[in-house]
């Protein structure tokens, strides 16, 4: 319900009027070895479908940095999720190498926020700070209803392989990316 209600008020910074479905998850998220990822970042958890399954697979010492525009959300990850493990930055991910830490670097980075329909300034940003941050095995995880982000990602990733995902409302793409 919070996440419908806060549809109707952003319908372009949420992309979508509900979350994410299990099919969606559990494909995504087969393309992360948790054994070995250990610094995790999220681009709009909204209300944290992906974030507590991550939580739920992350190696105890692991981090998870989830960062979310909407302060709705943001209070409601904080409420339902008090985990150590998580910090919810209430702001941009184009912000993501300040906030991980001057040279540090993400293993995993999964990305929900809608592309196609932010301006392209941000949506370069994003794509360039992540590219950036990202470890040298490391991939970022794109999840999207919309391809128009794919030539974006092809000009900035070495590898870019994409998958189908019927089974959600609406259905969606991933792409995998790795430098
Ligand atoms: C489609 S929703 C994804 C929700 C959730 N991850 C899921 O799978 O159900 C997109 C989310 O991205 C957030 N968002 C949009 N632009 C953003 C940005 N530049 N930085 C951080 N979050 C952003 C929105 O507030 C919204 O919560």
């Known amino acids: 319900l919070l996440f419908a209600q806060n549809f109707f008020k952003h319908p372009m910074m949420l992309g979508s009027i509900i979350p994410s479905s299990r ?3 559990d494909s995504l998220l087969a393309e992360v070895d948790f054994s070995q990822a250990r ?3 999220e681009y709009g958890p909204g209300v944290g479908s992906f974030t507590a399954e991550l939580l739920r697979r992350m190696h105890p010492d692991a981090r998870l940095t989830a ?3 909407n302060t709705d959300f943001v ?3 904080r409420a339902r999720l008090p985990d150590p493990r998580l910090r919810v930055v209430a702001g941009s991910a184009a912000n993501v190498q300040a906030e991980l830490g001057a040279g540090a670097r993400a293993d995993v980075v999964i990305s929900g926020i809608p592309f196609s329909t932010m301006p392209p300034e941000v949506r370069d940003a ?3 700070a992540t ?3 990202l470890s040298p095995s490391g991939a970022l995880l794109v999840y999207q209803f919309s391809r128009a982000v794919r030539p974006h ?3 900035r990733f070495a ?3 994409e998958r189908f995902i019927p089974l959600n409302i609406l259905p969606a793409r991933f792409w995998a990316c790795r430098r």
Do not use: G
Request: negative net charge.
């Open 67 to 69: 960062f979310e525009l």
């Open 39 to 41: 610094t995790f970042v």
């Open 153 to 155: 990602l092809e000009r």
């Open 131 to 133: 590219r950036d941050c």
């Open 126 to 128: 994003v794509l360039d």
């Open 23 to 25: 099919f969606l998850i």
């Open 75 to 77: 209070e409601h990850l």
């Open 159 to 161: 590898q870019v392989h």
